[in-house]
């Protein structure tokens, strides 16, 4: 029997809502995976459909089990510590392909459904992000609708419903999770919970590359050109020219690289007397392949994390960064960093290359002043003179600093603050490099500001007696975009972005102490309760017209939406009230054509009996009234009047 264009048989929509959910499934986990592994999906999945249109099974099923078994194989071999989660998924995925190939009966679709959900599971421990939630959502409808269509499937598969009957199959399915969703809701929020994350040696995030211990000249100019979010800090709007992110400090040149050599201290709190404007806030890290902390300028106070504190006002983590990360702390926004006594020798160090032309060139700038103007003309040389900021094509030669300063005349942020400290110390003025990030754009929505990696800057930081550690950045800001313009298409990125921000904000670092807090601010309220009758009063009159408005639309929706009578309720209620009005009335426990075989009137019975017969035509074969059939109906019993 051919399917008429308003039906479809069940075994069609059990298929499509299977291949649904398997692509679903594969959509949550895509970004996490080897390409390799993808386009296998992919191919198998296509092939699948094809088999299926065309009704064939080309690979009996013994041949699939033993090619499933290979697999598994395969991801116990490659199965490490380091990285448990993504061979098994990538195996969970091939396996999906591979049923999809199969012959399908019930138990097949479910370990279809089974094998969906694990790999969206398995995307959570991967990355737990805002899309974890989307795909979550629609898996939840999806399987509740695939459920119950399998359920009608298994009892008779060549059942073709109507377009009407799906439509109902559909919302009626919907219902389960609808009413998941909010007691979901309830239980993340009132379920105990750790502060201790303990997944997250399986929740291994995608990290970006960042600053390192050793930094050589051109080495950041890769990161300058991504767009990649490299941190997200909570933060009120300040002046552009103050957002410098303090991560790095090195202190080591051997003419080609810088590198660190910070002392580590015991204890992270000691406050530094810094003058100048205090703000706090928290900062939103993403992973990456470094232990590194930043901070916004001269970290002042920091809250207690698990961190190594270093003489130079830096802070790392224990081990690198393999998961996002939320800290909050409280900076001074200041030009000097105090500092009584250094080791001049670690900060005067000089490579063994001899660098004369250098040399010459500094004796020239600095001729007759004092450190504090000498360390201005040098700014000023490498800032406002002949020199260009690029990131291509940079000058890494075994003398990179002197063809930049004197034949190539370009370079990034490294080569500017790299000249600008070898000429301070061959001033005898000690200085250091500071590595870390500057600016970022603010985005006013989410109220934050987003960092991205082509946002990572060098500058100087030159030491003058008794007064400390001053900064200079000889970089030319002209050329170094750090706040950039907003298209309409970063518009709409910056709106997906807030999104994203919120939910790694409220979601993913509610945590045991965010719900004792909640739990304190509900019993304060209920144990002083503060009640104020004559603003209650004057709220209450205010509130009347919404209140009215409020009571309307529930009334309405009771009435007309939820007690809205189908065709059939309404033409029966006219029938049998129609019959009362005549003086026959049916009791409870009869039925229709017993009723009207009752009827004393021929002329009435006869046409009651044919009305009952034309709506049990419909009614017994589980067809719906239209609005053809309801008024059609409905002209028959004017002429029972």
């Known amino acids: ?55 064939k099974n080309p690979l009996p099923r013994w041949a699939l089990n033993i090619f499933s078994f290979v697999f598994v194989v395969i991801a116990f071999m ?16 091939i396996l999906l392909a591979i049923k999809f190939l199969e012959k399908k009966f019930i138990r097949d679709y479910m370990q279809i459904y089974l094998i969906s959900v694990l790999l969206l599971a398995g995307s959570a421990l991967l990355s737990l992000n805002i899309g974890f939630a989307v795909y979550l959502l629609i898996m939840m409808f999806l399987l509740s609708i695939a459920i119950v269509s399998l359920t009608y499937y298994s009892e ?26 909010p007691i979901t809701v309830i239980l993340f929020i009132i379920l105990p919970r750790t502060s201790y994350p303990l997944l997250n040696f399986l929740n291994r995030e995608t990290a970006v590359t960042g600053f390192t211990d050793s930094v050589r000249l051109g080495g950041i100019s890769d990161i300058q050109i991504d767009e990649t979010i490299i941190m997200r800090i909570k933060i009120k709007e300040i002046a552009p020219e103050k957002l410098y992110w303090r991560g790095i400090v090195l202190d080591f040149f051997d003419g080609i690289s810088w590198r660190n050599s910070g002392s580590e201290i015991s204890s992270i709190t000691e406050t530094l007397d810094i003058k100048g404007q205090k703000i706090g806030y928290t900062v939103y890290l993403e992973p990456s392949y ?44 200041s030009e000097v960093l105090p500092e009584r006594d250094i080791s001049k020798d670690k900060y005067l160090q000089l490579p063994k290359i001899r660098f004369e032309n250098i040399m010459a060139k500094v004796k020239e700038i600095t001729e007759n002043k004092d450190e504090q103007s000498s360390a201005e003309a040098i700014l000023k040389f490498l800032k406002y003179g002949d020199y260009k900021y690029s990131v291509k094509n940079l000058p890494i030669t075994t003398k990179p600093l002197e063809d930049f300063l004197f034949n190539y005349k370009y370079g990034n942020c490294e080569y500017f603050a790299s000249a600008m400290t070898l000429m301070l110390r061959m001033r005898g003025i000690p200085a250091r490099i500071v590595g870390g ?14 960092i991205p990696q082509k946002n990572a800057h060098v500058w100087v930081e030159a030491y003058f007696e008794k007064k400390g550690w001053f900064r200079f950045d000889p970089t030319p800001s002209v050329a170094a975009d750090y706040s950039p313009l907003l298209t309409g298409f970063s518009k709409l990125r ?22 004792m807090s909640l739990l304190n601010k509900i019993r304060i309220n209920i144990q002083r309760p503060q009640f104020d009758f004559a603003y209650a009063k004057e709220r209450t009159v205010q509130n009347v017209p919404f209140l009215i408005g409020f009571c309307l639309i529930v009334a309405f929706g009771y009435f007309f939406i939820l007690k809205r009578k189908t065709y059939e309720e309404k033409i029966m209620a006219q029938f049998l009230s129609m019959m009362k009005k005549k003086g026959y009335e049916k009791d409870k426990c009869e039925g229709l054509e017993e009723f009207a075989h009752k009827i004393e009137a021929d002329e009435i019975r006869v046409k009651a009996i044919t009305f009952i017969q034309i709506f049990e035509s419909h009614f017994y074969r589980d067809k719906k009234l239209t609005r053809q059939d309801y008024h059609r109906l409905k002209l028959m019993l004017k002429n029972l009047c």
């Open 437 to 450: 990030y500057k600016g970022g754009y603010y985005n006013a929505m989410g109220k934050y500001y987003a």
């Open 494 to 515: 910056i709106i997906l972005d807030t999104i994203n921000f919120h939910w790694n904000a409220f979601i993913l670092n509610y945590d045991f102490r965010k719900q």
């Open 78 to 93: 490659r199965f490490t510590m380091d990285d448990p989660v993504k061979p098994v998924v990538e195996t969970l995925l």
């Open 290 to 333: 470094n232990k590194y902390l930043f901070f916004l300028d001269k970290p002042h106070i920091r809250y207690p994390i698990k961190l190594t504190a270093f003489d130079d006002l830096t802070y790392t983590l224990r081990e690198n960064l393999n998961r996002r990360i939320r800290y909050d702390a409280e900076s001074v926004i």
């Open 156 to 181: 008779d598969k060549d059942l073709i419903l109507k377009a009407d009957t799906i439509k109902s199959l559909i919302l009626k399915s919907t219902i389960i999770p609808a009413m998941a969703i």
């Open 1 to 55: 029997m051919k399917n008429s264009p308003n039906t479809i048989k069940i075994e069609s929509l059990v298929r499509f809502l299977s291949y649904a959910i398997g692509i679903l499934g594969f959509i949550s986990i895509f970004r996490n995976i080897g390409i390799t592994y993808s386009v296998f999906f992919a191919s198998l999945f296509a092939f699948s459909i094809y088999f299926d249109i065309r009704q």
